[in-house]
């Protein structure tokens, strides 16, 4: 049970800069532990359950040694809701102690530009489009902004306001620039000069290429930052896709027609027989096919066209001239892509895939990062601290070593600071999603024990899939057997559908519905359904990745770097996510709900590890029973 929560001495708050007036004991620890690794330079990955408050947690002795220290705080997180939970947080701080310190939050810049028409660009075509209107001085919002390398007069009086205002959600911010017609990310950059707290995606820190412009615009250095990541468990992929590159026959197709519109016969036959290598190479391969492809044999392809730095360097040439005129370029991707390819062996996997969509057959021919440590690892050793954390991140020895933390590195696992009375956290080892074992029955015994669990809870509930394929060969029984109104998730839903779809949900908390979603999807992770919204969840299954190559090499990789191979490369990142999935339910200490994992898989050692020590989850069959007696239900 968690320790009840004390009133804070007026002199352990001034000494981490607490924004609040209750500190729990648990997040006591927390802030104690945060402030040590800190002063000691060291680094910690912690597991921190949802509702401990592990953002203030973090970002208040952070801020303290910051600000004694002259260092920078980096808080990363991908979320939109921790970006503002993050700068109230620093509000609060400042409110709190009158304490003078700029803090910064930061997206990605294309976001921040409110030039008509740019959310249309990929974002290395945007880069490229800005890079070229700055240089030809055609952007009207950075002229306004600064003249050759200082600001002007109307952006240094914004800036003024700005930092006696911030901290100031990145929202706010752009839109207050634009109201100016000022460039918002050129404010934001200067800022991060004087700024102690900066609030930011991960790829401000995790892409090289990105960091090292920012940083040399903002006079940053790496050994004097701080570096908080929030949703930890996700930055192993977040890392493996930012050093991923991928050639197409459809970027391919765009490329060709960019280099017909210039005029430029020579790109044309070069594109034209860039894709010849991949037709060739796929001609026996059928939807779903894969191969691996070597680096020189690609690399000799391309030499039997002409020089392959020579076309590489020509294709950037060309893209600076289609920019000129149609904002993006997809030369300009292709030839980012030969320059990749040639990079290292190690931790990487090269492949040639075939898949068939509804409009065409996409040809792609990948360099796939496996190994996030390849860029991690340099950032941690060059830090002055780094603190990962997440409400999954268990084992945190599997995310120590992944993502490459020195040997020294602190480890800490905290239990939820809610009543354990609250939760009752069930396996039910009746049915499994397992490939072999896929058919009509089991799909429909899957439907039939969800109906009952759904039906017998009060109020919503939500039940998550493996796939959008299982979810709807299960929903195909799920529908004439539950009671309740069904929502389904489609897998391609915009922001303002997504909305729109979950605000309909939540308005069946007291008749009840049921939400059926995919784990890896839009409402698997990322939620948050407080307040009686959500008294059930069950996830279906275990979201193992199909045995892909791309798999395979990386099983194959961790077996040969850690001999982990099998528990790093695939059943640790799909258990993280049924954790997250089922952590939709309990959001605060006054919620109530059943979480229940229905696979028989979850009850196999090798998988029942994974869970959380203090969930105190059970292995039963009297499943509706219990949910009876856990909601109070007489028989």
């Known amino acids: 049970m968690p320790k009840e929560d004390k009133p804070q001495a007026k002199g352990e708050a001034s000494k981490h800069l607490f924004p609040h007036e209750r500190l729990r004991e648990i997040q006591k620890e927390l802030i104690e532990e945060v402030a040590s690794v800190i002063e000691k330079r060291g680094n910690l990955v912690v597991h921190a359950p949802t509702g401990l408050g592990k953002t203030a947690a973090t970002i208040a002795p952070a801020l303290r040694y910051a600000l004694d220290h002259k260092k920078k705080v980096f808080f990363l997180t991908s979320r939109h809701t921790q970006h503002i939970i993050a700068i109230e947080t620093l509000r609060e701080i400042k409110k709190k102690y009158n304490l003078d310190f700029v803090a910064v939050d930061l997206i990605g810049k294309k976001w921040m530009c409110t030039v008509p028409g740019i959310d249309k660009l990929h974002t290395s075509e945007f880069y490229e489009y800005c890079k070229k209107q700055r240089e030809d001085g055609l952007c009207e919002q950075y002229s306004n902004t600064k003249t050759g390398s200082k600001l002007t007069p109307l952006a240094k009086a914004t800036l003024e306001r700005f930092e006696k205002d911030s901290p100031c959600h990145t929202e706010k911010f752009s839109e207050m620039c634009s109201n100016d017609d000022l460039c918002a990310y050129e404010l934001a950059a200067t800022m991060a000069k004087d700024a102690a707290v900066i609030v930011a995606d991960y790829y401000y820190i995790y892409n090289p290429r990105i960091r090292d412009a920012f940083f040399k615009r903002a006079g940053i250095d790496l050994s004097d930052c701080i570096v908080i990541v929030d949703e930890g468990h996700n930055l192993p992929d977040r890392i493996r896709n930012l050093m991923t590159v991928q050639l197409t026959n459809y970027l391919i197709k765009r490329a060709v027609n960019e280099a017909r519109k210039i005029e430029d ?38 030499e039997a066209i002409g020089d392959y730095d020579v076309i590489s360097a020509d294709f950037a040439l060309t893209a600076q001239k289609v920019i000129e005129k149609e904002r993006q370029s997809s030369i300009g991707t292709i030839s980012e892509f030969l320059e990749s390819w040639k990079g290292a062996d190690a931790g990487y996997a090269r492949i040639l895939a075939q898949k068939q969509t509804k409009r ?34 268990t084992p945190t020895s599997m995310y120590k070593d992944v993502l490459g933390f020195p040997s020294e590195t602190i480890e800490k696992t905290y239990p939820s600071p809610f009543p354990q ?21 089991q799909y429909e015994r899957i439907a039939e024990i969800c109906a009952e669990i759904t039906n017998t809870v009060p109020g919503n509930c939500a039940v998550f899939f493996p796939s959008y394929f299982v979810m709807k060969q299960v929903y195909s029984f799920f529908s004439d057997l539950s009671r309740k109104t069904a929502f389904l998730e489609e897998s391609e839903m915009n922001k303002e559908e997504k909305a729109d779809f979950l605000d309909r949900f939540k308005a069946y908390k007291d008749t009840g519905a049921v939400l059926l979603g995919v784990v890896s999807g839009s409402f698997g992770e990322g939620i948050d359904l407080p307040g009686k919204l959500l008294n059930c969840v069950v996830v279906v299954g275990l979201p193992l990745q199909q045995p892909t190559l791309e798999t395979k090499k990386l099983i194959e990789y961790y077996d040969t770097k850690f001999a982990k191979g099998w528990e790093y490369g695939y059943v640790g990142p799909a258990f993280s996510k049924c954790l997250q999935s089922a952590g939709r339910c309990i959001r605060s200490e006054t919620d109530r709900g059943v979480i229940v994992f229905l696979d028989e898989r979850y009850a196999w050692q090798n998988y029942y590890h994974h869970f959380p020590a203090d969930w105190e989850i059970e292995v039963t069959k009297d499943y509706l029973e219990k949910i009876r007696e856990f909601f109070g239900e007489k028989k």
């Not at 020579?266 to 680096?295: C, F, H, P, Y």
């Not at 496996?370 to 340099?378: A, E, I, K, N």
């Not at 009375?421 to 029955?441: C, G, H, Y």
Request: glycine share 2%; aromatic share 4%.
């Open 265 to 302: 016969e020579k790109a044309v036959v070069r594109l034209s027989k860039t894709q010849d290598i991949l037709n060739e190479w796929s001609q026996d391969m059928r939807d779903g096919d894969e191969k691996l492809i070597r680096k020189d044999d690609f690399v000799n392809k391309v």
């Open 421 to 441: 009375k609250n939760r009752l956290a069930m396996i039910v080892p009746e049915t499994t999603t397992k490939f072999s074992m896929r058919n009509a029955q």
């Open 360 to 393: 065409e057959s996409v040809i792609a021919l990948s360099y796939r990062c496996l190994d996030p440590s390849l860029v991690s690892q340099s950032v941690i050793n060059s830090c002055h601290s780094t603190i990962i954390m997440s409400g999954t991140l």
